[in-house]
Every structure is written in structure tokens, then in C-alpha cells.
């Protein structure tokens, strides 16, 4: 099946900073979420990307579908955007998570 | 409401008993999914309904039945535990139509097991 990488696993920065997360898929995927799940386990929709570039504010995300990569960037860093970051794939009616990326903003 | 709500939202439960987790979903969605995520491994997917159709049981232990009684409700009835099971269990919707599977998840249920 295929296998969904995310890197860095643990990430600390300080409030203000920027930071790039990245997701690695091992096979062409149909879509590509991105998420955060906060300190209370709530899983938050971030961005809904199979392809291209989008924005939301402070974060944006890039998904490259032929070089099977995706990115995530967080901007001015605030600590509540400390928790963890997961990307999920689907394919063939299948969805996989990654492990995540563990956040941690310092006041 | 709006959204995926989720009840309970904490519970308790010993191996011998009978509890039901409950998930609605106000999206019009026709898809509900249920998830465990444990401690420090990644989210699992559990069952899969579309069009109240189960469509995936990822090797689910039989402790878990789920119930889909229409598009907008999702049960997890839970019998039996294991210590184990005690988890964060996640229900999603998201609309299947062509190949948009884009997931809206609910707060969860965070459940112990005595």
C-alpha cells in the first residue's frame, strides 16, 4: 500500500518564526488533506489539496502530485498553532494518514 | 449545530460493559468514517459507510460494531473491551462524489477502559 511520510516528526520554534512541513506519498494519490489536531484532539480541516497551491491566511500549501510531495507553511508562528499536523491521502477508495508532525510554538 | 458532533465526549467504561458512541453530521454528506487514534501511533481508520453501505472494516476486532442508520448518523457500539481499546476514536464525513473524499472531522470521544 501506499506509504505516507511526514517530516520533521518533532519541530519546536519560537512565536514568530516560519516553518515548512512536509509530506511524502510513495504512489500517485487522488487527494491530499492536510489537518491540525489541537492539544484537546480536535482535527481541523486545513486544506484540501490534490494539486496546486492554496492560501489561508498565515498558512499555504503546495502539493507537487509528480513528485509526490506536499508542503505546508506556517508563517508567523503563534502558539496556538502548537499541536499536530498530520497530512492524509486517498486513493482506490483508500485513506491513509501519516504520522504527523508534532508542533511546538514557545511564547 | 453545525458540523460533526461527536457524544460522549469523554467516557469511562469497564470490560464487561455495553456503550454506544454516537456521531451526527449536519454537512449533507454521504460518507461517515470511524477512526482510532492511540497513544503515539497513527490514525487508524476503522469503518467505512457510504450511502449507509459499509464499505470497509479494516480488520476491526468484533468488540466493535458499528451502525449506520441513515447518512446523517454513525454508532460505534462497543461490548466487551480490552484496556487496549482506550483511544481517541474520530468520526468523519465527507461528500463522495467523482474523487472528492475531503474529510470534516468531529471533536472525538476519548474513551478509557477499566
Known amino acids: 500500500g501506499i506509504q505516507v511520510e511526514q517530516s520533521p516528526p518533532d519541530l519546536i520554534l519560537q512565536e514568530g518564526a516560519n516553518s515548512t512541513l512536509r509530506c511524502n506519498f510513495s504512489?500517485?494519490?487522488?487527494?491530499l488533506q492536510w489537518f491540525h489536531q489541537n492539544p484537546w484532539g480536535q482535527l481541523i480541516n486545513l486544506f484540501y489539496?490534490?494539486?496546486g497551491t492554496k492560501q489561508n491566511g498565515r498558512l499555504s500549501a503546495t502539493t507537487v502530485a509528480t513528485e509526490r510531495y506536499s508542503l505546508l507553511y506556517i508563517s508567523s508562528s503563534q502558539t496556538t498553532d502548537s499541536g499536530v499536523y498530520f497530512c492524509?491521502?486517498?486513493?482506490?477508495?483508500?485513506?491513509?494518514f501519516g504520522k504527523g508532525t508534532r508542533l511546538h510554538i514557545l511564547p | 449545530e453545525t458540523g460533526v458532533t461527536q457524544t460522549p465526549r469523554h467516557l469511562v467504561m469497564g470490560m464487561t460493559n455495553k456503550k454506544s458512541l454516537k456521531c451526527e453530521q449536519h454537512l449533507g454528506h454521504n460518507a461517515m468514517y470511524w477512526y482510532k487514534q492511540s497513544a503515539k501511533k497513527p490514525l487508524e481508520l476503522m469503518f467505512v459507510y457510504n450511502f449507509k453501505e459499509q464499505t470497509e472494516n479494516n480488520s476491526v476486532p468484533s468488540r466493535f460494531s458499528p451502525e449506520c442508520p441513515n447518512s446523517s448518523h454513525l454508532f460505534l457500539h462497543l461490548h466487551t473491551l480490552q484496556p487496549e481499546d482506550s483511544a481517541l476514536y474520530l468520526c468523519a464525513s465527507s461528500q463522495v462524489q467523482a474523487s472528492d473524499y475531503e474529510q470534516y472531522f468531529g471533536p472525538g470521544t476519548r474513551l478509557t477502559v477499566t
Open positions: 492524509a491521502v486517498e486513493r482506490d477508495d483508500k485513506i491513509i
Open positions: 489539496i490534490p494539486s
Open positions: 504512489d500517485s494519490v487522488n487527494n
